[in-house]
């Protein structure tokens, strides 16, 4: 396993995708190749893009790519696949798309989905980008559909988080637009050709203006139309660059990288402490038939989940710690 | 706090609203009333409703409230919003509609979010159920944006699960719908006069048609226009209640209520376990400074996640259980 993260730590592309497919399934003594690997991490700029289904975030990060390539830049791509406790998965269609990049040496993309328990997706999404970190990419970016805790999380592994919204979707979209607020660094209404894009850019506006930045920095909005023509839909992905470096720049300049990189941490270690307490004591509970039994009486109705619970708490975790 | 369970059953609803917030806010001591309504449940039979951002779910319970009511049945209604990590939990537009209901004895409706840590949400889920069971509803509805995986593990609480699809969304929309197939009992169209409509019907079909169906159960799709005329949208509503009442009479009939009660039982099951096993060890990290400490190593790379995380795991667990 080590051996592993030494080979990706040389760029060896067949040794990262293995480290990442070990990651997915969480095959035992993956860890010990990321902790080999970890002290050679955090010299990449890890952007996140998130946003509703259908927002077109996968189109964008495709060209985003392109512009990034023009600028001398390595790119890593984790795509972060939801949907997959069930497709297994599937690279969806947008992002089959991307893989016109392979050829690229300075290009590694690989799809990231949940096979093992909850929250262990955000704890494989850190792993993966400290494996692309650690192959020497410059800049790394995440992506994910965003809506509940778990995409929060997931984001939370971003210095730089861009929102991606579309015109036409309901209230509910408001809501999380609303939601997705404090964690944007940067807005993006994509389909801006769409009706109703003028009028999202003004909600979206309205809600900055009632916004406070204490960190000095106010989100900008970037107006793309991934359905107009290649030339001007290149120019705005572009521009958006141009954001993404500003927004950076500024929190390099400012101390305030700092915050963003303990952001990180801290979401790195709560995943990290679900792996090593939660797992080992749900995999123990299911091997020894306990698990069975606990479900079974709550059927029966003879006990109820959180009597049954503080029973295994109390036979698994030390008094005073 | 048992008081509070009590007055719950008793279908005091100021009691029960408060009992509902306090599972909220993860109030201590609220496990307690929940361990005394606990016998008291398992009546009702839970809907769970879920579908992309904008899909129409809040508009489709809403009016499954007035044909439950024409059909005699109680409801409670908990509207899980997904975006409150943020937000702190503000009802949407489309809920707000929900409350024309308030008058009525028979319908109590709340909504539910997240304030504390991950994947608690699906265990206030659990719980609110619970409340809304112990009270006598005769239906309980529980709605949530579906796509990741805190949202399976929130639907994974309902007998029934209806999916809601609208037409003109992207390749990832189809993506997730094909990992909602799996869960989906029943599927809605809704926007049906939509462009697109008719080639959403004839997708979801085919993809019913590769799909195999071990229960007997093969998933009928609903076409709902949610936004014509009040009259025919509350005919198809009507419809759609019918196809939700013979798939509980199907589970009754086969023997295969017993199975989704066992999935709901292993749901709760594991939202205790963490609420009761990592929970208390993060608060103790939290107030003893161990977690400040561990970030600070992180940040300057003194050590990593898992390394740390395997140190915290020998000093809180026993050895052998």
Partial sequence: MEELGKKAMTGDVRAASRLIRNIE???????????????????????????????????????????????????????????????????????????RHAEDPGVFVRSMATRGSMGGLSKAVGDGIHVLDAMGKDVIVVETVGVGQQEVDIINHAHTVIVVLVPGMGDEVQAIKAGLMEIADIFVINKADREGAKKLYRETLSMLEMGNFPDGWRPPIVMIESSLEPHSFAESVDKLFEKIEEHYKHLIDNNLIGERITRKAITEMNDALRGAIMEPILKKLVSTGELDNMIKKLVNKESDPHTLAEEVAEKYIKEQG
């Fill in 25 to 99: 399934d969480d095959i035992p003594g993956t860890t010990k190749a990321i902790k080999h690997i970890f002290p050679y991490t955090g010299k990449a700029h890890v952007i996140g893009i998130t946003g509703a289904p259908g927002a077109g975030k996968s189109t964008i990060t495709d060209q985003l790519i392109c512009t990034m390539r023009k600028k001398q830049k390595t790119v890593g791509v984790l795509a972060v696949d939801p949907t997959s406790p069930f497709t297994g998965g599937a690279l969806l269609g947008d992002r089959i798309r991307m893989l």
